[in-house]
């Protein structure tokens, strides 16, 4: 497992009582599901697992996993994070990069301004969203749509953000003027 491994979905609810499961899938292609897979519970060591099938239903991912015979097995997987190796990925396109390289980054505003680092990244009702740590240590959840996004630069570990009217306000109050 020297090759980095990459966060690309999470494992939801089973799917009838087969052992299937649904996937919370953050990549724009489930064919990385053809790819070795690994699972995570919470901070223990990823481990591999072996896909048996995987098909969409309506419109969502579903996995069958070796060893995973019935509904109650799938379910004791719930919340396991999916991950694949980085060697598996196709190369981001220029204007693009991957989730995992941009954690750590600065987060600026669009006037240069330091707004504080992207921490780690949350996915409620499927919805992308960056946890932005201040250094005041206060948390900012910010909705990361291509719309609020405004470039980054991997070589300078930053990302600038432009988000939308009175959400800083809501975490920060007046500090931001």
Not at 39 to 48: C, I, K, T
Not at 118 to 146: G, M, N, S
Request: one cysteine or more; charged letters at 25%; proline letters at 8%.
């Amino acid at each position: 497992m020297a090759d980095m491994l990459i966060h690309m979905g999470t494992l939801a609810r089973p799917h009838g009582i087969k052992g299937e499961i649904c996937i919370d899938w953050h990549a724009d292609s489930p064919l990385l599901l053809d790819a070795p897979l690994w699972l995570q519970a919470g901070d223990e060591p990823p481990r591999l697992v072996r896909a048996l099938s995987c098909r969409r239903h309506k419109g969502r991912p579903m996995l069958l996993l070796e060893g995973v015979t019935d509904r109650t097995a799938a379910e004791a997987l719930r919340g396991q994070k999916i991950l694949v190796s980085r060697g598996s990925l196709p190369p981001p396109d220029e204007d693009e990069a991957y989730l995992e390289d941009l954690l750590g980054c600065e987060v600026l505003l669009p006037d240069g301004r330091r707004l504080g680092r992207l921490d780690h990244v949350e996915y409620p009702a499927d919805q992308e969203i960056w946890a932005i740590v201040t250094e005041q240590d206060q948390e900012i959840l910010f909705p990361a749509q291509p719309c609020f996004i405004v470039g980054f630069d991997l070589d300078a570990r930053t990302v600038t953000i432009d988000p939308p009217e009175g959400l800083l306000e809501i975490y920060l109050g007046s500090a931001t003027e």
